[in-house]
């Protein structure tokens, strides 16, 4: 189609002027989309998608201006992409300073989750710290001590021993009256087997058995039988003088009974039968000494009788006197049956008159041995004597 010069000089002006026109559109798109870029770099991948899309407009607004070197139609077409260009980059920039919010926002949930993680931190090195020393459930060695603390009530809190269901206890009682005690009770958890007191003294329920010494610094009271023995030989105590040496109680070889040891532990010094007989060496009393039998010395050959009657020569014929080293029984007194002797020469007593109402006594010790009268009287006179008994 032929164009008047003219017509065609002015269509090409007005297609230069568009595309101009659309090149400074374009270049306003393009510093948006920079301006965009700039935002939107090291944001999330919306702001990228951003970005790319401002490159894009960039592109083809470029494509624009060179369509419109020649093509009105094309420039135009341009400018309306350029438009459309701006109008994306605005979007982007929009988009972009979101992203920005959205990233600050992320920043500040990030420092916030930055704080919490911190502090989680803190309490999980403190929660580990705290186990570390804490008493482990399947066995630990403690270096400080422990307490197991009740405020109300008489008892503190039990510590159990459980051998497969057996599962006696230890607990503190500060019950009113009994100045406070450890206890150990039984399995059952119904009686208390042990009790020690805050002042020393232990209560046993049952049997207490110890295979040491005991040392007893006190009195020692028993409500029972004591018994003492060991296995295979008889029981024994030693009774300690304050010079140190002893004097050993202990039972007999067999049958009963018990002995007296000497401290050299080589003599028996008192020896008793189960029936109660005494075998020992000599017997001082400072009292008197009271006999249900009979008394037998010389292995048999005397005997002083529950009457108090004499048998045998160790009674009736030692004599002697006691500064010989004799003071017995018998000493100086006749035998049984045996006559007494005279021991004075007649005593005459005063005479009585036979035909009147006379008294002449012959009083203790004398014996009355004979009268004596005189003829052509009625007098008479008793006569005695003093006797002896050998």
Partial sequence: MYLPPNLSAGTANAASSKSDTAI?????????????????QGIDGKAQSALDTAAGAVTTANGAVATANGIDAKASSALTQAGNAVTTANAASTKADNAVSTANSVSGTATDAKTTAAAAKATADAASAAVATAVQKGGDTMT???TLKQTSGAYSPQVYFNANGYAPFIRANNAAGQGGSIEIVNGAGSMVNVQIYDS??????GGLYIGGDIIVTG???????????????????????????YMYLRGREGNGGMQLVNNAYNAVVVDVNDGGDIVAGSITSRGNIFLPGHV???????TLAEDGNTLGGAWNNRGGSAAGGYDAL???????????????????????????NNTSDCGNPYVLVGLRTQAGTNNVWPRAIYLRNN
């Fill in 200 to 205: 020393g003294s232990v209560n046993v329920r």
């Fill in 24 to 40: 400074g559109t374009a270049n306003t798109a393009l510093n948006t989309a920079n301006d965009a870029k700039t935002t939107a």
């Fill in 296 to 302: 037998t010395s010389g292995n048999g050959n005397g």
């Fill in 219 to 245: 009195q020692l009271y028993a409500k029972q039988r004591i018994h003492l023995f060991r296995d295979g030989i008889y029981g024994e105590m030693g009774i300690r003088s304050t010079d140190g040496s």
């Fill in 144 to 146: 400080g001590p422990l």
């Fill in 330 to 356: 018998n000493s100086n007194k006749a035998d049984r049956y045996a006559n007494c002797v005279y021991n004075s020469g007649l005593i005459e007593l005063g005479g009585c008159n036979v035909g009147g």
